[in-house]
Nanobody, 115 residues
């Protein structure tokens, strides 16, 4: 069963921008916070940003000021606007609950920042 479906993969030059989308296939009635995570092969999956059911947002220090997380009014889509991208932002990006639930991980979407 697919709970979260990420999209928006792209190859961007350093300093460029990209917007990722997360289709939320979980009842709006039972979620409070959804987060973006990212993972580089061979490394742990890290927290990037989250948005609460009330619209509260929080960001990892590494992306603060550059990334913006948002959602649509129906809470069926969560977005991650990424600006001023750096090579270290290269990773597979995932969305999941905060805290994450193991059985809810999707396929993720690849973001590559390279010149």
């Amino acid at each position: 069963q697919v709970y979260f479906a990420e999209s928006g993969a792209g190859l961007v030059q350093p300093g460029g921008s990209l917007r990722l989308s997360c289709a939320v296939h979980v009842s709006i009635f039972d979620w409070f916070a959804i987060a973006w995570y990212r993972q580089v092969p061979g490394k742990q999956r890290d927290f990037v940003a989250h948005i609460g059911g009330d619209g509260y947002t929080n960001y990892a220090d590494s992306v603060k000021g550059r990334f913006t997380i948002s959602r649509d009014r129906a809470k069926t889509m969560v977005y991650l606007q990424m600006n001023d991208l750096k090579s270290e932002d290269t990773a597979v990006y995932y969305c999941n609950f905060l805290p994450s639930r193991e059985n809810y991980w999707g396929q993720g979407t690849q973001v590559t920042v390279s010149s």
